[in-house]
């Protein structure tokens, strides 16, 4: 416990009194290359811990959602693309068939990963194992 009293009351503090932190704005400006050297590990944690907390409370049952939905407006923050390939240069992807044209059977990717969209190719075998998903096409098929 004395080491961790030493580190909170001694080592830190002098670590934090000795950055070359600038009183003004212009300061800034001023620093040479070893000072900023100095303040890239100090820089480097707070921003590992800021985002540490903000991933934290972003999962947090009741501030969650709120955070979530704030943070959808930062770049790098928005969710990841479901479809990755497939008609990119569409507002959105739409296919339509009909139902006489497609026989006995037939079978729909819904992972978008497959090379035969909108038919699936088994490519979500792959998408599952890789992500932890568990999605699976869907299959249409005349009643008997």
């Known amino acids: 416990m004395n080491c961790v009293a030493h580190l909170v009351k ?3 503090p002098n670590y934090l009194h000795n950055l070359p932190i600038p009183d003004t704005l212009l300061g800034w400006f001023s ?3 070893s000072d900023w050297a100095k303040l890239i590990p100090f ?4 921003g590992g811990l800021s ?3 903000v991933q934290g409370l972003a999962n947090a049952p009741v501030v969650g959602p709120v955070i979530k939905d704030k943070l ?3 770049p790098g923050m ?3 693309r479901v479809n990755e390939t497939i008609q990119l240069e569409c507002e959105k992807v739409v296919n339509s068939y009909d139902i006489e044209d497609l026989g006995d059977k037939a079978v729909f990717c819904r992972c978008w990963k497959s090379k035969k969209f909108p038919y699936c190719d088994g490519s979500h075998a792959k998408h599952n194992k890789d992500t932890g998903d568990n999605v699976g096409p869907l299959i ?3 009643s008997s």
């Open 10 to 12: 001694e080592s830190v």
């Open 31 to 33: 620093l040479g290359v």
């Open 43 to 46: 820089g480097v944690a707070v």
């Open 51 to 53: 985002y540490l907390s």
């Open 72 to 74: 959808k407006m930062f």
């Open 78 to 80: 928005k969710p990841n």
């Open 140 to 142: 249409v098929k005349k």
